[in-house]
Structure formats: structure tokens, C-alpha cells
């Protein structure tokens, strides 16, 4: 109950495609979803988060969409560029605070 | 500078030897992190500290200690390390349960 399933685990797009990377949970206890993007040889860094009383939230051309009801949450990159390739991670915190991560997709951009 | 530090950033030991991870950040956050990264199972969290007095076991804490020297110094420590402890170790920060987690370079550990 406590997981985040996260796929695909790999995905190549062609330079402005929308890849679309998807997430699913069991605790209905978990109120906030934030993504993080990282990469090769660096920590993750918090890129977009949202709480469960809105449906989207846009910032830039990253783009979080969040069903209550169906419990999943994806990310949607528009316009991708080649410097968007990284690993990206859902993640939801649960009701003792801690950050339960997805196994991270690993994103690239074709020129 | 960075405001998340940790040292070593890479490292080779062997079974049954004592190593010690350190993590240092200047953001001033009550609050530190533990975790540890394997390929196609994310981040897994160790142990989490919110204040110097309280220290808290995450996931996967078996096998691992932790110490709170001060705000801005967390370390983590394999008694007795072993080859499935090898993968890549990350430290956090954050000012609160909700807001963002900042995190250091990590630190690679090979255990042969």
C-alpha cells in the first residue's frame, strides 16, 4: 500500500514530442506528489509537486495532471528538448511525512 | 559552494570493513536524509532526522546507523559493510515535511 508504481521505465521522444510519464498509488493517505528530475552525476531536483484539491498544475512546459478517483498522476514535458533527457521520479509523501519514490524513468530527447 | 556537501563521493571497501558517509549543508534546514539509490527501484530512504535530537529509521535502516553531530551535519555509518550495500547514496535537506528536498552529489560505494 505504501508503493508508487511508475512506467514506463524507458522513454525516447523525438525533440518536441510530449513524453508523458505516468504514476499510480494504493494510500489514499498520501496528500502531496512532487516530480524530480535527475541528472547523470547529480542529485535529484524537485521540478514540479502538486496537492490532491487540484486536477493540474503547469509550470514552464512541464505539466503535472493528478486523478483523485483513478489514483494516478503523470507528467507531461511539452515541446521536449534534447536537455530534458534525465531520469525522472514520482514521488508521494505519506502520512509520516517520508517521500515514497517510483523507480525513476529514464527519459531521452532525440535531437 | 554547494549547500549540500558529502563526502567521500566515491569509495571502494571491503566486506566487513566500517565506513562512514558525511553529509554537511549551509541551507540552515532542520531537517535530513538518508537515502540510497539502486537501479529500477528508485530512492529508498535509510534514516531521517528532524531535529539533532530526533532521529528517525527509514525503509530500509538495517544494516546502517546514522549520527546528528549538529543542524548542519548528518553522517550515516555501515558497521560491517557488505556487496549488497554497493549502490549510490544520497543526503537531503529540507525546511519541512511538504516543501522541496534539496539533495547533495551522492556518494558511489563499492563493497567487494
Known amino acids: 500500500q505504501q508503493q508508487v508504481k511508475q512506467s514506463p521505465q524507458s522513454l525516447i521522444v523525438q525533440k518536441g514530442g510530449i513524453p508523458i510519464i505516468n504514476c499510480a498509488y494504493e494510500?489514499?493517505?498520501?496528500?502531496?506528489f512532487p516530480w524530480y528530475q535527475q541528472f547523470p552525476g547529480k542529485g535529484p531536483a524537485l521540478l514540479i509537486a502538486?496537492?490532491?484539491d487540484v486536477s493540474e498544475k503547469k509550470e514552464g512546459r512541464f505539466t503535472i495532471s493528478f486523478n483523485k478517483s483513478a489514483k494516478q498522476f503523470s507528467l507531461h514535458i511539452m515541446d521536449s528538448q534534447p536537455g530534458d533527457s534525465a531520469t525522472y521520479f514520482c514521488a508521494a509523501s505519506d502520512s509520516n511525512y517520508q517521500l515514497i519514490w517510483g523507480a525513476g524513468t529514464k527519459l531521452i530527447i532525440k535531437p | 559552494d554547494a549547500d549540500v556537501t558529502q563526502t567521500p563521493r566515491n569509495r571502494i571497501t571491503k566486506t566487513g570493513k566500517r565506513i562512514m558517509l558525511e553529509c554537511s549543508q549551509t541551507?540552515?534546514?532542520?531537517?535530513m536524509y538518508w537515502y540510497r539509490q539502486d537501479p529500477g527501484l528508485g530512492l529508498r530512504l535509510i534514516y531521517y532526522s528532524f531535529d539533532v535530537k530526533d532521529i528517525n529509521k527509514g525503509e530500509i535502516s538495517d544494516g546502517y546507523s546514522v549520527s546528528r553531530q549538529a543542524q548542519a551535519k548528518f553522517s550515516l555509518s555501515l558497521e560491517s559493510a557488505i556487496p549488497n550495500q554497493t549502490a549510490l547514496y544520497f543526503c537531503?535537506?529540507?525546511?519541512?515535511?511538504?516543501?522541496?528536498?534539496?539533495f547533495g552529489p551522492g556518494t558511489r560505494l563499492t563493497v567487494l
Open positions: 537531503a535537506t529540507s525546511v519541512s515535511s511538504y516543501n522541496e528536498q534539496f
Open positions: 494510500n489514499t493517505a498520501f496528500d502531496y
Open positions: 502538486i496537492r490532491p
Open positions: 541551507k540552515g534546514h532542520d531537517r
